[in-house]
């Protein structure tokens, strides 16, 4: 695996003047061999010539380098190092030199129509933040580092998405709707882990869409709409548990009345109805004893 190595350059701030002075100088001494010498000297002639294209030859070495950018250099197809320091560098002109931003971007996957942990048919997106840590092996170690992180979050995804059901119905169990933020983690280090060998780093990953696919939306939330019927219902009945076992236990302390079993259980009855009926019940004036 190719490692990623920072190249020292020189400063092109330094090196332009100096090529500067030297393709001056070199112009006067051209000049001054083909006017002042009576005969001016072939080999003298084809120096300076040779040299002053040399010295323009230079000058294809200067480069520039934005912030949050680097610059990978290889020569003959050999990887030579990158140039991470912002600024105007100078380093062999025969170096072939590529630009590659170190931008934070985003990628947002398109719906992705996958089976959950119970096979539910579902649609479910996500958004990967990342930006390149290794510019050597998102370079060399993959044919497009860009395509390749939209193709492995989004088998991450549809990955993860497998694992867990949309929705829990049993306590304690992980689902997709309601564990979100776990959720989030494990997609990021899932994700981290595929695209690591692409020297891809990911900040932040999150599920931006989820929903039932359109065949199965409208069971699916009568099943919704039932689950939390009977979890409303189970909470109702406890309630009115409490409220009869503290009636009984006051009207008991008081001595407001004394009640048999028998009567105890007709009035815990009533109470009931009362308190777990969904619709107003009619009251019944008893005008004799409790008894008759």
């Known amino acids: 695996m190719i490692r990623e190595r920072i190249r020292s350059t020189l400063s092109g701030w ?19 061999e083909t006017t002042t010498m009576a005969s001016p000297r072939g080999w003298a002639i084809a120096g300076y010539m040779v040299l002053l294209a040399l010295s323009a030859f230079m000058f294809l070495g200067c ?32 170096l072939r030199r590529k630009r590659m931003s170190l931008r934070v971007r985003n990628f947002e996957s398109s719906k992705i129509k996958v089976n959950d942990h119970e096979g539910n048919p579902i649609e479910i997106a996500a958004i990967v933040v990342w930006r ?50 776990e959720i989030a983690d494990q997609l ?29 939306a409208a069971a699916m939330l ?41 009567r105890k259980a007709a009035m815990v009855s009533n109470l009931l109805v009362v308190l777990c009926g969904d619709r107003n019940t009619q009251p019944v004036i008893n005008t004799g004893t409790i008894y008759q």
């Open 132 to 181: 390149v840590s290794e510019t050597a092996e998102a370079s060399f170690e993959v044919d497009d580092y860009e395509h390749y992180v939209k193709v492995q979050s989004e088998a991450a995804v549809r990955n993860l998405s497998t694992q867990y059901p949309y929705d829990a119905y049993i306590e304690g169990q992980k689902s997709l709707r309601a564990n979100t933020l």
């Open 222 to 262: 009568q099943r919704q709409q039932a689950g939390a019927i009977i979890a409303a219902r189970q909470r109702i009945v406890e309630g009115a548990v409490g409220m009869v076992e503290m009636a009984l236990e006051l009207l008991s302390r008081r001595e407001i009345v004394e009640l048999d079993n028998e």
């Open 188 to 216: 990021k280090v899932e994700v981290q882990d595929r695209l690591a060998k692409a020297g891809v780093e990911v900040l932040e990953a999150r599920i931006n869409h989820l929903a039932y696919s359109p065949e199965i």
């Open 63 to 94: 480069f520039a380098v934005n912030p949050n950018e680097a610059r990978v250099l290889q020569l003959f197809g050999k990887y030579a190092g990158t140039v991470k320091t912002d600024g105007f560098h100078w380093a062999n002109p025969l």
């Open 14 to 32: 330094l090196v332009v003047p100096l090529l500067l002075a030297a393709i001056a100088a070199l112009i006067y001494g051209f000049v001054t």
